[in-house]
């Protein structure tokens, strides 16, 4: 992923009103530092472009219990997206925000680790997913937001045979 950045050089990154002497001087490393890729060169019109396509990865992850899809639930909602500005180290945040069918749901970690891996796999860019549970949505809402957005606890997930079968069910696309 990051490579695609380190393979521009400094002039591809500067724009004729910006480019300078002194910019040149700086060193590619600090001109790629300085400048974040737009979403139009990652390939979207604009944030509500993003948002849009992640939806559309979202809508199709099916429910660990039912034969439904997450939208059919509307455990997943295209008002539930949320694209931020990019970080200092030119990453893109957003924030998906789910809501559990009842508020002691017991498969809401499975839901989101679904969430989060089908993301991670559709999308080839670098972006910095942050994955909650609608707000009062959910008994235990804390813990869960604190599992499915902590690396090693993901990770860990994934090594599991069992989960990883029931994950990659869940998310897989309908032929």
Do not use: W
């Amino acid at each position: 992923m990051l490579s695609f950045f380190r393979k521009k050089t400094s002039e591809d990154l500067t724009t004729p009103s910006t480019a300078s002497s002194s910019s040149t001087e700086m060193g590619t490393e600090a001109a790629e530092v300085a400048l974040s890729p737009s979403l139009s060169q990652l390939g979207y019109r604009s944030a509500q472009d993003l948002k849009e396509t992640i939806y559309d990865f979202l809508r199709t992850i099916r429910d660990p219990e039912k034969p439904n899809t997450l939208e059919d639930l509307k455990v997943v909602y295209e008002e539930g997206i949320f694209v931020q500005q990019p970080t200092d180290g030119n990453v893109y945040v957003v924030r998906i925000e789910f809501n559990p069918t009842v508020p002691h749901c017991s498969l809401a970690t499975l839901i989101g680790l679904c969430i989060r891996i089908k993301v991670q796999r559709s999308l080839n860019h670098n972006l910095k997913l942050d994955i909650y549970i609608k707000k009062g949505a959910h008994s235990t809402e804390e813990e869960i937001n604190k599992q499915i957005n902590d690396k090693e606890r993901i990770a860990a997930a994934m090594e599991n045979p069992n989960l990883r079968k029931l994950v990659e069910d869940c998310i897989q696309e309908e032929d």
